[in-house]
């Protein structure tokens, strides 16, 4: 019992941690768009830089709890329905990730071969 306690531990540490990803890239993405906004030469593109800083905050942060999910599963929580859970969350997250990285190349990932080169 107690290496499962251990294990529950670690997984709410995780799930913290992908937490914190999210707020501290969120508010990363809010200041480095102020300070852009603050000078005249800086300021077109600046609000298309916050909108992908803030998903690429968002999908990094998505990924590090999908892994807490995953753990908890295989480890704490063996049961069909927790599997069956799990299966439902990571869908939802996949979609989520899939749709937000579209959102922030402004492509089908099948398509980054079309992508300009700098």
């Known amino acids: 019992m ?14 913290a941690v992908g937490a914190v990803i999210m707020i501290a890239g969120g ?30 905050s968002i999908l990094l942060g998505l990924e590090v709890l999908i892994v807490a999910d995953i753990v908890r599963t295989i480890v704490v929580d063996q049961t069909l329905e927790s599997v069956a859970v799990l299966g439902g969350i990571v869908l939802i997250r996949i979609v989520l ?14 398509n980054g071969w079309r992508r300009p080169l700098d």
């Open 2 to 15: 107690e290496f499962e306690s251990t294990v529950s531990d670690v997984v709410r540490v995780v799930e």
């Open 27 to 56: 508010l990363g993405a809010f200041l480095v768009f102020l300070e852009r906004v603050r000078k005249p030469e800086r300021r077109p593109g600046s609000y298309p830089e916050l909108r992908r800083n803030l998903g690429r």
């Open 97 to 110: 990730s899939f749709s937000l990285e579209v959102e922030i190349d402004g492509m089908w990932p099948w």
